[in-house]
């Protein structure tokens, strides 16, 4: 087997180790170098993008009465979207971080990147640690989500009916105190975090096509019965605290809708089959870059261990072991 040097061109690869927000967290003490101090930082975006509502919601005399429909409290999109899914999502960068470098280092120490392809394994490395890095992505995104990721929350998915963020006056929908800090911290804040993760999977999707394309060193034997490469599905398991938060955020959605709209629950079968599709995607997609080479590797070794097994069937027929035709 290939010997791996010490300094490993994998050793560098991080998916969340990097940005302007993880500098912004190790600058404000709400994390380190490695991404400690977890619990801090879902204490800090909770209270931020939630507490504040309900004081308003509380000042106002709508969290849990009042002239509305829907007050604060019985608001579950609202509880699940900031007191689950945004603190899974924060979980999430540990977990990822944890599980998704030593499998990527496993490229190198299992020689399926052979030495001589390790400088351009490096040169992927880096151009994935810039890509993660980039500021005009992350400024890109917060553009986003203050325009279109706005537009999409305020038509498709709050609550048409009155609520303790909104109520109909004149045929237009008006923001109470809370519901402009639920439309322009909270929301913005929350989708934020969602596309900065969708993101970091468009990264490491692209990572793995780039990787793809090296001359790889995959063994049709191997016992994983994946060339080798038995070791990327445990990339699907880190990114499960994310499929977590997606599914928990639909649920919420529908829950606000068969309960305060008079939906029932198979009127979303569309919206779950469509969920379930795009989540299996965001975690199966990034493998399947893989396929052609994997392909290729079979063909080549049905070929060569079907020639090989025909000369030691032949042997032994020329020994009068068995009978066959050769």
Same mark, same amino acid.
């Given at each position: 087997?290939?010997?791996?040097?010490?300094?490993?061109?994998?050793?560098? %690869?991080?998916?969340?180790?990097?940005?302007?927000?993880?500098?912004?967290?190790?600058?404000?003490?709400?994390?380190?170098?490695?991404?400690?101090?977890?619990?801090?930082?879902?204490?800090? %975006?909770?209270?931020?993008?939630?507490?504040?509502?309900?004081?308003?919601?509380?000042?106002?005399?709508?969290?849990?009465?009042?002239?509305?429909?829907?007050?604060?409290?019985?608001?579950?999109?609202?509880?699940?979207?900031?007191?689950?899914?945004?603190?899974?999502?924060?979980?999430?960068?540990?977990?990822?971080?944890?599980?998704?470098?030593?499998?990527?280092?496993?490229?190198?120490?299992?020689?399926?990147?052979?030495?001589?392809?390790?400088?351009?394994?490096?040169?992927?490395?880096?151009?994935?640690?810039?890509?993660?890095?980039?500021?005009?992505?992350?400024?890109?995104?917060?553009?986003?989500?203050? $325009?279109?990721?706005?537009?999409?929350?305020?038509?498709?998915?709050?609550?048409?009916?009155?609520?303790?963020?909104?109520?109909?006056?004149?045929?237009?929908?008006?923001?109470?105190?809370?519901?402009?800090?639920?439309?322009?911290?909270?929301?913005?804040?929350?989708?934020?975090?969602?596309?900065?993760?969708?993101?970091?999977?468009?990264?490491?999707?692209?990572?793995?096509?780039?990787?793809?394309?090296?001359?790889?060193?995959?063994?049709?034997?191997?016992?994983?019965?994946?060339?080798?490469?038995?070791?990327?599905?445990?990339?699907?398991?880190?990114?499960?605290?994310?499929?977590?938060?997606?599914?928990?955020?639909?649920?919420?959605?529908?829950?606000?809708?068969?309960?305060?709209?008079?939906?029932?629950?198979?009127?979303?079968?569309?919206?779950?089959?469509?969920?379930?599709?795009?989540?299996?995607?965001?975690?199966?997609?990034?493998?399947?870059?893989?396929?052609?080479?994997?392909?290729?590797?079979?063909?080549?070794?049905?070929?060569?261990?079907?020639?090989?097994?025909?000369?030691?069937?032949?042997?032994?027929?020329?020994?009068?072991?068995? $009978?066959?035709?050769?």
């Amino acid at each position: 087997m290939n010997q791996a040097p010490d300094n490993k061109p994998s050793d560098d %690869f991080s998916l969340v180790l990097g940005g302007p927000l993880y500098q912004l967290f190790i600058r404000a003490q709400l994390g380190t170098d490695t991404l400690g101090l977890v619990k801090r930082r879902i204490m800090v %975006f909770s209270s931020f993008t939630w507490l504040p509502m309900l004081l308003l919601s509380v000042f106002v005399g709508e969290a849990a009465g009042g002239d509305i429909k829907v007050p604060f409290l019985y608001d579950i999109d609202v509880h699940i979207r900031f007191l689950l899914a945004l603190p899974l999502l924060l979980v999430a960068e540990l977990v990822v971080h944890q599980r998704i470098k030593p499998i990527v280092q496993q490229f190198v120490s299992r020689g399926v990147v052979p030495p001589e392809a390790l400088p351009q394994l490096q040169t992927i490395v880096g151009s994935a640690v810039r890509l993660r890095n980039s500021v005009l992505i992350e400024v890109l995104m917060i553009a986003m989500v203050l $325009t279109g990721g706005h537009y999409l929350w305020s038509s498709q998915i709050a609550l048409e009916t009155a609520t303790w963020f909104s109520t109909l006056v004149d045929g237009q929908q008006q923001l109470s105190p809370a519901g402009y800090w639920y439309a322009y911290v909270s929301i913005p804040v929350f989708q934020f975090m969602l596309f900065r993760w969708y993101f970091r999977v468009f990264v490491w999707a692209r990572f793995l096509w780039q990787v793809s394309r090296l001359d790889l060193h995959l063994v049709p034997t191997h016992p994983d019965r994946a060339g080798g490469l038995g070791f990327l599905a445990g990339s699907v398991a880190a990114f499960v605290p994310i499929l977590l938060a997606q599914g928990v955020l639909l649920a919420g959605m529908i829950a606000n809708r068969i309960f305060y709209e008079g939906a029932t629950l198979l009127a979303f079968k569309p919206e779950v089959a469509a969920a379930v599709v795009f989540m299996l995607l965001l975690v199966l997609g990034p493998l399947s870059v893989f396929a052609l080479q994997l392909a290729a590797c079979k063909r080549q070794g049905l070929l060569e261990y079907g020639a090989l097994a025909s000369s030691y069937v032949c042997g032994f027929e020329r020994k009068g072991y068995v $009978t066959v035709t050769c």
